[in-house]
């Protein structure tokens, strides 16, 4: 059973979610909270596999809430909740540990489908999405010296997955199995100091890797 935490200040918008998620038989609203203080409440006591997080909140924001969350043992994964399609608050999330972001509009089906892939490791940007919001927003920097580290091959198989593409995606377009898109994707992450796949697309985007 995958417990869920569910943060905003919209008492609706938190009942229609609560239906949602717990009509289904492998997930769980484990509690709610209104903003960002009794959101850190919440995690502290209940210990959710993944929070959903409005960004905009009174009393304290979701930037602020995750932030906090992020710094305490083993945190849940968050997953911020945004009315706009390009936010610079959601990118600042992801850059400070978020596993993503979903519109609040967004299809109930992929809704459901995201809040399972955070809880397996992925992460819920849409490509698109993606490459317009760091486009927009990123600082461009000097390439860093930890991605030199990279092989040619790591290289190319780091350029496919700051595209968006899956494990099986790239095994498809490289003629490789998904077992070594894989190690691959682990030895880069490494070498980059990255935590997951989310980080490298943000690292991609900052340093103007991304093609």
């Not at 850190?40 to 906090?68: F, K, N, Q, S």
């Not at 610079?88 to 609040?104: C, D, M, P, V």
């Amino acid at each position: 059973m995958i417990s869920v935490a569910l943060v905003d200040d919209q008492a609706l918008f938190r009942a229609g979610i609560r239906m949602l998620v717990d009509s289904q038989p492998d997930l769980r609203i484990v509690g709610e909270a209104g903003d960002g203080h009794e959101a850190i409440a919440l995690v502290a006591r209940e210990r959710p596999d993944i929070v959903l997080m409005d960004i905009r909140m009174p009393v304290m924001d979701g930037l602020e809430a995750t932030a906090e969350i992020l710094k305490s043992a083993d945190p849940p994964k968050i997953v911020m909740l945004t009315t706009f399609d390009l936010d610079e608050a959601a990118a600042r999330a992801i850059r400070q540990g978020a596993s993503g972001f979903l519109l609040k509009d967004a299809d109930p089906e992929f809704l459901l489908a995201a809040i399972r892939g955070v809880y397996a490791g992925s992460s819920v940007i849409a490509a698109s999405q993606t490459r317009e919001l760091f486009a927009q927003h990123a600082e461009r920097k000097r390439v860093p010296a930890q991605y030199e580290q990279l092989t040619e091959r790591e290289r190319e198989i780091f350029a496919l997955a700051a595209r968006g593409l899956s494990n099986g995606e790239i095994a498809g377009a490289e003629f490789l199995s998904e077992a070594t898109v894989k190690t691959h994707i682990s030895r880069i992450l490494a070498k980059l100091q990255l935590r997951d796949r989310v980080q490298l697309v943000v690292f991609a985007y900052d340093h103007g890797l991304a093609g």
